[in-house]
């Protein structure tokens, strides 16, 4: 149950988020106002705890965990005393990750006796639309683009979600991380593709655009695009790309040629599924809707079609627990969770 | 050591080596796959798992999650090593719960963290030898895999 606070407007949610790298925590109301927010790839964490933060292992998610919370809190000038519920990211993820959070909340949620929130990942990416704009998204299509994810979802409420299609293998993230790799561009792929691409020539190569005329299909594959990368730079057999000699020119030809050949798929993809749906907002989240030309041809395709269109804002696209936010419509919707509360690593294809 | 080359003209015929694999591996078998970027791995896992009476649409690259568990006839464990920094990273995700396990596990970018595979396994280097073709290296590492190999060999 939720304590008797002095005003209505006042409930105050510890956010956590340790689905996959980051490890986050945010405090927000539930009028949805940021009290404070840490995401610990951020550089005053590293300045605080030195040196830089290790990724990937669920050992140092739990080496950051409670500095990251206590960071959130002292920023929204928010003591434990006074936080009404707890709610944490349990699904999709890392499992090893995912745990850490879940059972930080846990005893925090033990600790307060406060309710505990579950909050699907994917539904809080969409749901930094929501955050970011002052009126009502849903209903909408949701797409969803990150290093780990390209999903549309029917989303009919911030908690009802029903997957229209999703990659059948990489992630358009990981196919930027990977093409960049291939070019010989710094880790993370997206910034460093977007950067080379600006001098390229989009059409420079014909690169194919798995699935995109199949219209029935709200479906991505971006393995053959990388393969196509592949095949244009070294031809068979080789397989060290290092040595690849490469003039800039080329590296940029090949940067917008790729970069064009996924955001045409994601564009025809997500205004296939408005058609499908006969819906008419359509929500953007993820790490790769961070994408200049993804963000630009989005609202040109909008415009034309008359779509309102929200696209997470820059700091809402990567991982962070702002966007778990979302947990205050959970909890208005009285879905709180029992401490048995699990993690579940995979998608979930319908929810709500 | 065993071991034998499949040249596979396009992607069904990959399908054909993954269903073969899917078949003869015994259950806690481990196959490392090495091979470039686009080589081809994933798609050989997913026919793997396919053929295993896993949903194909679950079976996608596990680079960002690092594993991902599959519920077919059996158990199916997909593992990948591409974005890790060293062999201490993989030891981490507990990975020899899955190569003790009762399923198959499939490790891409096996040569990353290859001190850390078991002492028997089965390798397959995957090449790319034009748009569709590629060229699968299969080699038995440990008598318990010697069989796999030959009787694969036979039927392909």
Sequence with gaps: MLRVCQRAA???????????????????????????????????????????????????????ILPVIDQALRQAGVSLAELDAVAVANTPGLAGSLLVGLVAAKALCVALDVPLVAVNHLQAHIYACRLASDEDVFPCVGLIVSGGHTSLYRCGGPLQFDLLGATTDD????????VASMLSLPY?????IQRAAEHGDPTAYRLPRALLRDEDRLDFSFSGLKTAVRYQLVGPGRQDF?????????????????????????????????????LSIL??????????????????????????LHVAPLR??????????????????????????????GVVRKTG | MSCFTYDAADESATATLGALLAELLPNGGTVALCGTLGAGKTRLVQAIAEAAGVDRRDVVSPSFVLIQEYQGRRPVYHLDAYRLRDEDEFLELGPDE????????????????????PKQRLEIQIEVTGPQSRRFRVTAVGARYAAVVEACQKRL
């Design chain 1, 10 to 64: 006042d409930v105050k949610l510890l956010t956590l988020e340790t689905t996959c790298d980051e490890t986050a925590a945010a405090v927000v109301t539930d009028r949805l106002e940021v009290l404070g927010s840490v995401v610990a790839s951020q550089d005053d964490l590293h300045k605080r705890f030195g040196g830089v933060v290790p990724e990937i292992a669920s050992r140092a998610h739990l080496e950051r």
């Design chain 1, 171 to 178: 992630a358009a993230g990981e196919a930027f991380d990977k």
């Design chain 1, 188 to 192: 993370p792929g997206g910034p460093s």
């Design chain 1, 242 to 278: 290092a040595k690849v000699q490469l003039a800039d020119s080329q590296v940029a030809d090949l940067a917008a040629s790729f970069q064009e050949a996924v955001v045409d798929c994601l564009v025809g993809k997500a205004f296939a599924a408005l058609r499908q749906t006969g």
């Design chain 1, 283 to 308: 929500c953007v989240g993820g790490g790769v809707a961070a994408n200049t030309r993804l963000r630009q041809r989005l609202k040109e395709e909008a415009d034309r079609r008359d779509i309102r």
């Design chain 1, 316 to 345: 809402l696209c990567t991982d962070n627990a702002v966007m778990g936010a979302i947990a205050v419509e959970r909890l208005r919707a009285g879905l709180v969770e029992d401490l048995d509360l699990d993690v579940f690593p």
């Design chain 2, 98 to 117: 899955y190569f003790d396990g009762d399923g198959i596990t499939l490790v891409e970018w096996a040569d990353r963290v290859e001190n850390c595979l």
